[in-house]
C-alpha cells in the first residue's frame, strides 16, 4: 500500500521541460533512491514531493496519519535562532517534552521541580525512547551546545544540524536531499546503519554510490523527462540499466533502417497526398524524431596532453600548523613522486583542506618548508566557493580556457567537451546564473581540467555531481597521468581513484597507509577487535567455542588462530619497513617500482589472512 502517491506530476523551469507526467508510489518500510544528471530537476522534484513546491500539473497524495520530515539540499535556517529551538520546532507533546527536558538538563540555573514533573510526564507518554534516539544522533553529529546560535555555525555544521533535525522528527517518511555532503566517512557509515535499522520509508538523492547499494532497495531514474524504476539495489540498477540501453540501442538501429526507406519515399512522393500518403507522412515525422535522439558517443583513450613532470615534483618537509591550541600538522613530510596517486581522509576539522591550502600557498605552515618543482602545473578545485567571476555563458566559460582541448589521440571542440560531461546543448548558451548548485560546481570543475594542469588537487570534487557525472569524471582521470590529491568523503571514487592514503589521525599526526580506502578500512576494523580481544582476554588462554567434545578440532583451530595473529603482525611489519623506503626518498625508480609491487602483494596476502583470522576468532571466547 502507498504512503504517498505521485500522479501525472509535470514541472518546467522557465521554458526548461524537467519532467511531465510521471507517475509512482512509495510503499511503507520501501527506501527508494532518485537518480538524476544535474539539472534535470532531482531537487525540484523532491521538493513537491515535500510540499515545498507546486508542480505545474498532477497531484501528490499523502495518506493518512503520515508524517513526513525533509532535508533540502541546502537548508535554510534563521540565523538568530539556537540549535534547541531550530531542533525541537515539532508541535507533538513528545518532542515538547523533549525539549523541554534537554533545555532544563542544560540549564545552569536547575529548577528541580519542574524538571521531575517533565520527567514524571514522559514516563507517562513513554517517551524515553525518543529522547535516547535524540541523544544518539547529537552525539553522533557531535551537536553539544544546544544554546549556540545558528549563525556562529559553519556551512557544513549546519547541514548536519538539519540532518539531525530530520532523522530525530517522528515521521513515516524521511525525504534527504544529498544527506552526506560535509559529512566524514564515520559519520556517514553510521547513517548507513541508522537507516537500515529504522522501519520508516526513505526517499533520497545521493550520489554516494556505496551509501546507495547499503540503504536503498528501489532506484527511479529520471532520464530525457521520463522515469525508469528499478526494484534493487545499486549494482542491480547498472545491470538493468545497461539492458535497458542495449534495447534501445537496438530498436534505433532498427528505426534509422526504416527510416532511410521512409525518407526515400518522402522525396519520391508528389505534394499532393491521400489521406493514406498523409498518415504515412506523420509516422515518418515521429520517426524522424526518434532517430534523431542519438546518444552521444565517448571519446576513445581520453588523455589529456599536459606539460611533463620533471624530476622533482613536490617536497614536504617537517610541516607543522596549528590554530590556537588544536594542532593540525606536526612534523609532516612527504615527497611526491610521478604518478601518485593519494586520497585523504579524516574527520570533519581534523585539517585536510589545511594542508591543501599550504601546498597551494594560500596558507602558511607554522614551521617546515615547501619546496616545488618548477615544470609543476597546480590544478586546484576547492571545496567553498565557485571563483568564476561574471555572469556569462556557459560556452563563453569554457571558450575563454581553451577553444580546443587536446589529448593524445585526438581533440574535442568545446561544446563536445560540455556534453561529455552531461552538459547537454541546450544548457550551452545559458548564463552561469541560471544553472542548478550541482551544474555551477560540475562546471567549476571542468575550468580547472580544461587548464591541462599536471597536479591536480581536488577537494570534495563530489558534492552535488550526479552519478553520471562522477562516472565521467573517473574515466577522465583514469586516464590522469600527473599526480593527483583527492579529499572525499565518497568512498566508492577513493576506491577507484587513488592507490594509498594519507589518514588525519587527529593531534597532527598523519598515517600514510599503502592501499585504497576500503584496504584501510578492513585493517582499521581488523586493528579495533584485536584491541578488543586483547582487552577483554582473561590471563588464562582462550578457549575454544566448539561442539566436539574431543577437543581435539578446538585445539587445532587454537594452534591456526595463534600463528595467522604472528603471520599478519610479521606482514604488516615488513609492509611498513617498504613504506619507510619508498618514503625515504632513496632508491632507484626500478627500486620504486619494486617495491610498489612488494607491498601490493602483502596487501592481498594480509587480506586473505585476515579473512580467515576474522573467522577464527568468532570461536574464541576472548
Known amino acids: 500500500m502507498n504512503i504517498l502517491s505521485v500522479e501525472n506530476l509535470s514541472k518546467s523551469w522557465g521554458e526548461k521541460l524537467l519532467f511531465e ?147 530525530i522528527e517522528e515521521a513515516n517518511l524521511i525525504i534527504l536531499d544529498e544527506p552526506t555532503n560535509h559529512l566524514d566517512v564515520n559519520m556517514i557509515e553510521w547513517l548507513e546503519n541508522y537507516l537500515n535499522k529504522q522501519n520508516l520509508s526513505i526517499f533520497i538523492v545521493t550520489h554516494d554510490r556505496y551509501f546507495l547499494d547499503k540503504v536503498c532497495d528501489t532506484i527511479i531514474e529520471l532520464d530525457n523527462q521520463t522515469l525508469h524504476r528499478y526494484k534493487g539495489n545499486y549494482v542491480y540498477f547498472l545491470e538493468k540499466k545497461a539492458e535497458r540501453l542495449a534495447i534501445e540501442q537496438t530498436g534505433l538501429e532498427k528505426a534509422r533502417s526504416i527510416y532511410s526507406v521512409e525518407l526515400e519515399w518522402m522525396r519520391r512522393q508528389p505534394q499532393a497526398r491521400t489521406t493514406k500518403a498523409k498518415a504515412r507522412e506523420e509516422s515518418f515525422y515521429l520517426l524522424e524524431e526518434k532517430v534523431s535522439r542519438k546518444r552521444s558517443e565517448d571519446p576513445k583513450d581520453f588523455n589529456v596532453q599536459m606539460q611533463r613532470l620533471g624530476g622533482k615534483i613536490l617536497e614536504l618537509n617537517y610541516i607543522s600548523k596549528r590554530y590556537n591550541n588544536h594542532k593540525i600538522l606536526e612534523d609532516f613530510s612527504y615527497t611526491f613522486k610521478r604518478g601518485d596517486r593519494i586520497g585523504i581522509i579524516g574527520k570533519n576539522g581534523s585539517g585536510k583542506s589545511t594542508l591543501l591550502r599550504i601546498i597551494m600557498s594560500e596558507t602558511k605552515p607554522d614551521k617546515g618548508k615547501i ?223 619494486q617495491w610498489a609491487i612488494q607491498i601490493t602483494e602483502l596487501i592481498k596476502t594480509i587480506d586473505i589472512k585476515t579473512d580467515l583470522w576474522l573467522s577464527l576468532s568468532e570461536l574464541v571466547e576472548g
Open 371 to 593: 619546496v616545488k618543482g618548477t615544470t609543476v602545473e597546480f590544478g586546484y578545485f576547492q571545496q567553498d566557493g565557485l571563483p568564476i567571476g561574471g555572469d556569462k555563458r556557459v560556452i563563453e566559460i569554457v571558450k575563454d580556457i581553451a577553444e580546443d582541448v587536446v589529448f593524445k589521440k585526438g581533440s574535442m571542440t568545446p561544446t563536445q567537451f560540455l556534453i561529455y560531461f552531461g552538459f547537454h546543448a541546450d544548457v550551452h548558451y545559458n548564463y552561469f546564473s541560471s544553472l542548478s548548485g550541482g551544474e555551477k560546481r560540475k562546471l567549476y570543475l571542468l575550468t580547472v581540467l580544461l587548464r591541462n594542469p599536471n597536479f591536480l588537487i581536488l577537494d570534495e570534487p563530489t558534492n552535488d555531481l550526479d552519478i553520471e557525472t562522477l562516472n565521467k569524471l573517473e574515466e577522465f582521470l583514469q586516464n590522469y597521468e600527473g599526480c593527483l590529491m583527492i579529499v572525499s568523503h565518497d568512498r566508492y571514487f577513493m576506491d577507484h581513484m587513488v592507490d594509498h592514503i594519507f589518514v588525519f589521525e587527529g593531534e597532527g599526526n598523519i598515517k600514510d597507509y599503502y592501499g585504497n580506502y576500503s584496504d584501510y578500512f578492513r585493517q582499521k576494523k581488523l586493528a579495533e577487535k584485536t584491541n578488543r580481544n586483547l582487552l577483554k582476554a582473561p590471563p588464562t588462554k582462550p578457549a575454544l567455542k566448539t561442539r566436539n567434545p574431543s577437543g581435539k578440532s578446538a585445539y587445532k583451530q587454537l594452534k591456526e588462530y595463534r600463528e595467522l595473529t604472528a603471520e599478519i603482525e610479521h606482514l604488516e611489519q615488513q609492509k611498513e619497513a617498504l613504506l619507510l623506503k619508498m618514503n625515504s626518498s632513496q632508491g632507484s625508480p626500478d627500486d620504486l617500482r
Open 21 to 167: 507526467n510521471i507517475s509512482f508510489g512509495i510503499e511503507a518500510g520501501q527506501k527508494i533512491a532518485l537518480i538524476a544528471r544535474n539539472g534535470a530537476g532531482k531537487s525540484t522534484l523532491i521538493r513537491i514531493l515535500a510540499g515545498q513546491e507546486m508542480p505545474d500539473s498532477g497531484k501528490v497524495v499523502i495518506g493518512n496519519n503520515i508524517r513526513v520530515s525533509y532535508l533540502p539540499q541546502n537548508p535554510e535556517m534563521h540565523p538568530g535562532t539556537t540549535i534547541i529551538n531550530y531542533l525541537f520546532d515539532a508541535d507533538s507533546e513528545v518532542m515538547k517534552l523533549v525539549r523541554q527536558y534537554e533545555a532544563l538538563s542544560h540549564s545552569h540555573i536547575q529548577d528541580r521541580k519542574m524538571l521531575e514533573e517533565v520527567i514524571a510526564r514522559m514516563d507517562e507518554l513513554q517517551a524515553w525512547n525518543m529522547e535516547a534516539k535524540i541523544r544518539e544522533v547529537l552525539g553522533r553529529f557531535d551537536i553539544n551546545n544546544l544554546d549556540q546560535v545558528i549563525s556562529t555555525l559553519s556551512g557544513g555544521m549546519r547541514k548536519k544540524v538539519a540532518l539531525a533535525k530530520a532523522l
